[in-house]
């Protein structure tokens, strides 16, 4: 079972480095490791000689667009299993071995989604991490047995999937989002449900990332988010599920819960950073809902 990395990046090149060395750190090698750089605006070429330990090729997509870097990937990658990336995550040394595992204890699974920690363990990014594990992927996968209800789970820093079922979908991801830079992995998750991939949730396939620790940077970062998931909403393809029924009563338990930890002061600036997240991704929906339905009325 082979395995290809593919990690798209862009004008990031402490990132990628970061990224290389963990890679230079797994217990497993993978066949090759793919960096595509996007509209190239800087030179990864000395990383070729600086990682010459690692089966590192270096891709250069003109058109730019993390879609269009990805599928470059897709197209280029030939390892059984195809492996993401983000340049800004920094893999555990068993990352690999531990995808590697997954496959061969479950050989009829196509895709593992693994998870994503963040290096920093400020108030803020508790805050985010919470609203994204308890508000977002607890509706999409079962922790305890890892099986994903929801396609839409899947996140590209961190997925692998069997080129097997590549070859057999044609599947790609979707550039019309890369206006957005975002949701374009969730459309990738709710197409693979939609063709019938079986999909499982791994935590023990991690990977540390490293999100930015600005309120105002990550507010506007979640309403673009809410913009494109209103893109997302439009397709045929979203995926409808009925969210779990426990009341404001668990929700409350779940955020007092959390909050043990934090000083009197520390409270409620979490609660404060939790739901500006959260309106914030909702107006970004609604922002674009209402720009959608002014250009249907202009194109009438």
Known sequence: MT?????????????????LKALSAQSVKPKEILVIENNAQQNYVPLLKRFSNLPL?????????KSRARNRGLQEARGDIVVF???????????LAEIITMYRQNPDIDVVLGKSKELSSSVLMKAYTFQYERWFL?????????????????????FAIKRSFLKRSHLKFDGQYDRF????DTDFGEQLESLGAKMMYAPQVEVMHQETNS????????????????LLSQKNIFHSFKKKKKGISH????????????SLVQKPLFLLHLYLIVIFYHL??????????KTQRTTL
């Not at 929700?251 to 934090?262: D, G, M, S």
């Open 138 to 158: 607890d509706l999409r996968v079962h922790q305890k047995t890892g099986r994903v209800f929801c396609g839409g789970a899947l996140n590209s820093r961190n």
């Open 85 to 95: 990336l983000d340049d800004d995550c920094e893999p555990a040394s068993h990352w």
């Open 181 to 184: 830079g975002f949701s374009e």
């Open 57 to 65: 090729k270096l891709l250069l997509e003109k058109r730019l667009g």
């Open 3 to 19: 395995i290809s990395v593919v990690i798209p990046s862009r004008k990031r090149l402490a990132n990628i480095t970061q990224c």
């Open 251 to 262: 929700k409350i338990k779940r955020v007092l819960a959390v909050t043990k930890e934090f």
């Open 215 to 230: 309120l105002i940077k990550l507010l506007a970062k979640k309403f673009t988010n809410g913009r494109a998931m209103f």
């Open 284 to 293: 970004g929906f609604l922002f674009e809902k209402m720009v959608s339905r």
